[in-house]
């Protein structure tokens, strides 16, 4: 079994910065692709931006240029860096992760229990 933990979320006023977390840990192999999501009342969940394993990442057009993914394959570790926030980008965030598992090296998809991010005017 594997488990993701996401930290850091919280209120901050627009222009402010948060930096999300996402530790992995359990019957970990690898784990590949990594993704943020979020999702704010009434609507559907959303990629906010994604990372392979080698560290390419990729954005939605809303955050680009404010928002920074990064990843620390050693400690099963991603992070979200959102700077410039928006009273928009307020949301439950979720991190997403494809993880080759121990058991049976076979490719699983987890979620985190999301945390809440919150952007005042």
């Known amino acids: 079994q594997v488990q993701l933990v996401e930290s850091g979320g919280g209120l901050v006023q627009a222009g402010g910065s948060l930096r999300l977390s996402c530790a992995a840990s359990?019957?970990?192999?690898?784990?590949?692709?990594v993704g943020w999501y979020r999702q704010a009342p009434g609507k559907q969940r959303e990629l906010v931006a994604g990372?392979?394993?080698?560290?390419?990442?990729n954005y939605a057009d809303s955050v680009k240029g404010r928002f920074t993914i990064s990843r620390d394959n050693a400690k099963n570790t991603v992070h979200l860096q959102m700077s410039s926030l928006k009273p928009e980008d307020t949301a439950v965030y979720y991190c997403?992760?494809?993880?080759?598992?121990?058991?049976?090296?076979?490719?699983?998809?987890?979620w985190g229990q999301g945390t809440q991010v919150t952007v005042s005017s």
């Open positions: 359990g019957s970990i192999f690898s784990i590949n692709a």
């Open positions: 997403n992760a494809n993880v080759y598992v121990l058991s049976d090296f076979t490719l699983k998809t987890y």
């Open positions: 990372i392979t394993h080698g560290g390419s990442p």
